[in-house]
Nanobody
Framework: QVQLVESGGGLVQVGGSLRLSCAVSGRTLSSRLMGWYRQAPGKEREFVAAISWIGDFTYYSDSVKGRFTISRDNAKNTVYLQMNSLKPEDTAIYYC??????WGQGTQVTVSS
């Protein structure tokens, strides 16, 4: 019903920046939040950031607060995650989610040290 496709991942140096995109399609009229999670090898999936479709309410995990910015473009049906001051600890597969009910395939982010 809802399809999410992440893009923008890649290899960056410590301190670098990267912007992830999540293209949203399908029946999303009733959705409230779009978010980003990440999962590093051998670790549990963790929340990164979320934003509401209406109202521009944003939420961030403590580990990325001040460095990452989540945003959206309703007209383009796209959610973004601007990642600045990247650290090796940010290395993970990043997943886009709609209300934690639908998930994208993930995009790999690798921060080299």
């Amino acid at each position: 019903q809802v399809q999410l496709v992440e893009s923008g991942g890649g290899l960056v140096q410590v301190g670098g920046s990267l912007r992830l995109s999540c293209a949203v399609s399908g029946r999303t009229l009733s959705s409230r939040l779009m978010g980003w999670y990440r999962q590093a090898p051998g670790k549990e999936r963790e929340f990164v950031a979320a934003i509401s479709w209406i109202g521009d309410f944003t939420y961030y995990s403590d580990s990325v607060k001040g460095r990452f910015t989540i945003s959206r473009d309703n007209a383009k049906n796209t959610v973004y995650l601007q990642m600045n001051s990247l650290k090796p600890e940010d290395t993970a597969i990043y997943y886009c989610t709609c209300d934690n009910n639908y998930w994208g395939q993930g995009t790999q982010v690798t921060v080299s040290s």
